[in-house]
């Protein structure tokens, strides 16, 4: 069973930058894919970025493309979420969430609904983020 552990949240002013860490425990990172998902206020979580545990594919919704990057070290059992160009709305509690592609000998990509909280088996308790000035 995999433990999530979120840090790095705090407060930023607009346009500044920081970079989330998931760390795993309990398992390795091998063949897991990563999501990262994000709620605001009154909102919704949603699903923002995902990470593929068997190539390293990145996903990522239109609202952080091009500002937010993904990626994994699983000599260090950790994802990461870099965030530039950070924006008042990106404001939340930020969470990861992890779910093991291997079904039996077989690895699944990552799901065309990456983006969905029902395709993740484990999370971590989030880390918050505040952009303000």
């Known amino acids: 069973q995999v433990q999530l552990k979120e840090a790095g949240g705090g407060l930023v002013q607009p346009g500044g930058s920081l970079r989330l860490s998931c760390v795993a425990s309990g398992s390795t990172l091998d063949y897991v894919h990563i999501g990262w998902f994000r709620q605001a206020p009154g909102k919704e979580r949603e699903g923002i970025s995902c990470i593929s545990g068997n190539d390293g594919t990145a996903y990522y919704v239109d609202s952080v493309k091009g500002r937010f990057t993904i990626s994994r070290d699983n000599a260090k059992n950790t994802v990461y979420l870099q965030m530039t160009s950070l924006k008042p709305e990106d404001t939340a509690v930020y969470y990861c969430?992890?779910?093991?592609?291997?079904?039996?000998?077989?690895?699944?990509?990552?799901?065309?609904?990456?983006?969905?909280?029902?395709?993740?088996?484990?999370w971590g308790q989030g880390t918050q983020v505040t952009v303000s000035s």
């Open positions: 969430a992890a779910v093991d592609s291997r079904v039996g000998r077989y690895q699944v990509r990552v799901s065309p609904r990456w983006y969905e909280e029902d395709e993740y088996d484990y």
